[in-house]
């Protein structure tokens, strides 16, 4: 039975966007280790409140998070 944790700051994805994590990283399991097991693949979210994580030693806010991402590649 696998076990996959995903840790993200509260606050970036939306419900839809973490279901649908939850919904692909299973199905990506079950193409590595094949479909019998998918009734015993667990993925998990767990959300870290903003600002108590931290890159590099500086803190991250959700807010830090989506600057981010729209800025250009």
Not at 9 to 23: A, C, H, N, P, Y
Request: hydrophobic share 45%; aromatic share 4%; charged share 30%.
């Amino acid at each position: 039975m696998p076990l996959v944790d995903i840790e993200l700051i509260e606050g970036v994805f939306d419900t839809d966007q973490k279901r649908r994590m939850l919904s692909e990283v299973t199905d990506a399991m079950v193409r590595v280790e094949g479909e019998a097991l998918r009734g015993t693949t667990w993925v998990r979210i767990r959300e870290i409140a903003s600002g108590e994580w931290a890159i590099g030693g500086t803190p991250m806010t959700a807010a830090d998070i989506k600057a981010a991402k729209s800025q250009p590649a």
